[in-house]
């Protein structure tokens, strides 16, 4: 398809020095039309391929953890969930908060997203890894400069086709009373559930719903889900070092700085793209800077 556009491309480029020659106004006309279709068709096998990766179509958790930093690092965690539900509204995504620990002072501990929406996981899997914001602290007395880092995780919503077995024996499954969101229904019944996987280690918690019931089979599936990345992480890691190549996703491997003092900027590490409209990024407009990372994904598989 691509090697089809390209001779189009060729022909219309020839055709176009033939009517600026003969100063064929009509022909001008004719190439300018189907100029403009050709960047069409382009256009759409450029997003075909964006999207090509598997489970790019599925729905996704979007998980921020504040990092080191403190009160300043769970009030980047804040802005993070804010920035990302913005960004949601805009996309026309549905977004929905399923877990949230509030920090002791300000800000948040931990949030849980489940986006819902057309390649909701395409769209958000550029986001992975660790956010680092740079900014005079409103939480110092002194207002000194503060590096605040958080971590963005973001899996696949697994539906029914993808086969992760979870033996009940692996499990153990916690109840307690929710917090934070949920209004007058909150802390009466013990409505939210933590799920602990004992051979890996993870823990889920949902406390959105009022019911038990729904916040264990969300729990659920986001442990499936978290699963099932494990699994595709360690498969990747595999084929990596059989490349000869590795690289460890530790802690200082930020994917993205924002900075708001002495400058203003947004900066991804991994393409180069900058920006100095930090407000802009921070109320959700991301476009920009995740379609950057999609292209240059594609130009290094």
């Known amino acids: 398809m691509l090697e089809s556009l390209e001779k189009e491309a060729k022909e219309l480029l020839e055709l176009e020095q033939l009517a600026q020659e003969t100063e064929d106004v009509q022909l001008m006309h004719e190439i300018y039309h189907h100029a403009s279709e050709l960047a069409h068709k382009l256009e759409e096998q450029e997003q075909a391929l964006v999207f090509s990766d598997p489970y790019d179509d599925h729905?996704?958790?979007?998980?921020?953890?504040?990092?080191?930093?403190?009160?300043?690092s769970q009030d980047w965690a804040l802005m993070?969930?804010?920035?990302?539900?913005?960004?949601?509204?805009?996309?026309?995504?549905?977004?929905?908060?399923?877990?949230?620990?509030?920090?002791?002072?300000?800000?948040?501990?931990?949030?849980?997203?489940?986006?819902?929406?057309?390649?909701?996981?395409?769209?958000?899997?550029s986001e992975k890894g660790v956010h680092r914001l740079i900014r005079l602290s409103p939480f110092d007395a002194a207002h000194r400069r503060h590096t605040s880092f958080a971590l963005v995780e973001v899996i696949p919503k697994i539906?029914?086709?993808?086969?992760?077995?979870?033996?009940?024996?692996?499990?153990r499954v916690d109840t307690f009373r929710a917090t934070g969101h949920g209004g007058q229904h909150v802390n009466k019944t013990d409505s939210a559930v933590r799920i602990t996987?004992?051979?890996?280690?993870?823990?889920?918690?949902?406390?959105?719903?009022?019911?038990?019931?729904?916040?264990?089979?969300?729990?659920?599936?986001?442990?499936?889900?978290?699963?099932f990345e494990r699994?595709?992480?360690?498969?990747?890691?595999?084929?990596?070092?059989?490349?000869?190549?590795?690289?460890?996703?530790e802690w200082g491997n930020q994917i993205r700085t924002y900075v708001l003092h002495p400058n203003t900027m947004v900066k991804d590490h991994r393409t180069g793209y900058e920006t100095s409209n930090i407000q802009a990024v921070l109320e959700g407009e991301l476009d920009e800077l995740v379609q950057s990372y999609l292209k240059w994904s594609i130009q290094n598989r």
């Open 159 to 171: 539906t029914e086709e993808i086969n992760i077995e979870i033996l009940p024996q692996d499990i």
């Open 231 to 249: 699994q595709r992480a360690e498969l990747e890691e595999k084929k990596a070092q059989l490349k000869g190549k590795h690289v460890i996703a």
């Open 59 to 72: 729905d996704a958790f979007v998980s921020i953890h504040a990092g080191a930093g403190g009160t300043d």
């Open 80 to 125: 993070l969930l804010r920035m990302y539900s913005r960004w949601c509204e805009r996309k026309g995504f549905e977004c929905e908060i399923v877990d949230i620990s509030e920090g002791e002072e300000a800000g948040i501990k931990s949030a849980t997203l489940e986006v819902r929406g057309e390649n909701a996981y395409g769209w958000f899997k």
């Open 197 to 227: 996987h004992i051979p890996t280690g993870i823990v889920v918690t949902c406390q959105n719903e009022r019911s038990q019931l729904q916040n264990r089979e969300t729990a659920m599936q986001i442990l499936k889900a978290r699963l």
